[in-house]
């Protein structure tokens, strides 16, 4: 369970529509995504991360992502 306040948790539930995730959000309840695969999973993972962490943390981790890309 991962804890989210409300407008990350909208941002959340958004973006795993898009992603045509099946997911639940209303007003004062918890977000409730149906994980039926370890992809799914990897899915909902990357989608909270993206969402909660800084935007430095963030921009460190795609640079890291091309360097190891850079080196095969």
Same mark, same amino acid.
């Given at each position: 369970?991962? &804890? $989210?306040?409300? =407008?990350?948790?909208?941002?959340?539930? #958004?973006? !795993?529509? &898009? $992603?045509?995730? =099946?997911?639940?959000?209303?007003?004062? #309840?918890? !977000?409730?995504?149906?994980?039926?695969?370890?992809?799914?999973?990897?899915?909902?993972?990357?989608?909270?991360?993206?969402?909660?962490?800084?935007?430095?943390?963030?921009?460190?981790?795609?640079?890291?992502?091309?360097?190891?890309?850079?080196?095969?």
């Amino acid at each position: 369970m991962v &804890e $989210l306040d409300r =407008v990350s948790r909208w941002n959340v539930y #958004r973006r !795993l529509q &898009e $992603l045509n995730m =099946v997911c639940e959000c209303g007003g004062d #309840r918890p !977000l409730t995504v149906a994980i039926n695969t370890p992809a799914d999973a990897l899915l909902v993972w990357s989608v909270v991360q993206a969402v909660t962490l800084p935007k430095p943390a963030l921009t460190d981790h795609l640079k890291r992502c091309w360097q190891q890309r850079s080196l095969r």
